[in-house]
């Protein structure tokens, strides 16, 4: 059985990308969906990073340098969401949320 992992969905959309964080369900808990919002504003106002120092974070955590960074990858994707659960205190934290509570519009 393949687990599956917490991701970031990334859209392109008219002024940016568009996040949405999935965390898979587990044995007592239902899949949940967090609409992040636009990328610089949620790593800004949520994560209190500068756009940068996220692409670093996940590079990092990906053991690489290069950059850019494909957002389109899963692996990076997964990544994404390693970075933003861990900055926010843990998964258990992050599933008592709200789906709306991480939002930065």
């Known amino acids: 059985m393949t687990r599956m992992r917490p991701f970031v969905e990334v859209r392109r959309v008219e002024y940016g990308h568009d996040w949405h964080l999935h965390v898979p369900a587990n044995k007592t808990e239902p899949a949940r969906v967090f609409w992040l919002g636009q990328?610089?504003?949620f790593c800004g106002r949520v994560l209190g990073w500068d756009a940068w120092d996220?692409?670093?974070?996940v590079n990092d955590y990906l053991h690489r340098?290069?950059?850019p960074l494909v957002i389109e990858c899963a692996r990076v994707q997964q990544a994404m969401a390693a970075v933003i659960i861990r900055c926010l205190g843990g998964l258990r934290i992050v599933r008592k949320l709200e789906a709306w509570g991480l939002c930065a519009q």
């Open 65 to 67: 340098k290069e950059y």
């Open 54 to 57: 996220f692409i670093s974070a």
């Open 39 to 41: 990328d610089v504003k």
